[in-house]
Nanobody, 126 residues
Framework: QVQLVESGGGLVQPGGSLRLSCAASGFTFSTYAMSWVRQAPGKGLEWISD???????YYVESVKGRFTISRDNAKNTVYLKMNSLKPEDTAVYLC????????????????????WGQGTQVTVSS
């Protein structure tokens, strides 16, 4: 069965960095697009980044230039490197598997993903 397991979250000061990982199993990882979605306290899900099966990357405007998504198909893992973190980046970060090799833009979260990880908490605070 499909499993997505996130790790790497934690407490970081504003301006700091974290790298999130999502280890995938149970499907042919290299042939699917993968995304990161976050949920801030009291808010809905927000799509933030995607990498398709060919390695093309996409970002929400608020994280462009600060976050970098990447994938290692040999390790069945997708990463999110987050730099210059801000308090407004505080959220639970979830890894999601797209239904196909590309994620249709603009992303409709309710339609696009068929499996989710459990999430990892990122807190940006001094």
């Amino acid at each position: 069965q499909v499993q997505l397991v996130e790790s790497g979250g934690g407490l970081v000061q504003p301006g700091g960095s974290l790298r999130l990982s999502c280890a995938a199993s149970g499907f042919t990882f290299s042939t699917y697009a993968m995304s990161w979605v976050r949920q801030a306290p009291g808010k809905g899900l927000e799509w933030i980044s995607d990498i398709d099966s060919g390695g093309s990357t996409y970002y929400v405007e608020s994280v462009k230039g600060r976050f970098t998504i990447s994938r290692d198909n040999a390790k069945n893992t997708v990463y999110l490197k987050m730099n210059s973190l801000k308090p407004e980046d505080t959220a639970v970060y979830l890894c999601a598997k797209s239904k196909g090799e590309h994620t249709i833009m603009p992303v409709r979260i309710s339609d696009e993903y068929d499996h989710w990880g459990q999430g990892t908490q990122v807190t940006v605070s001094s």
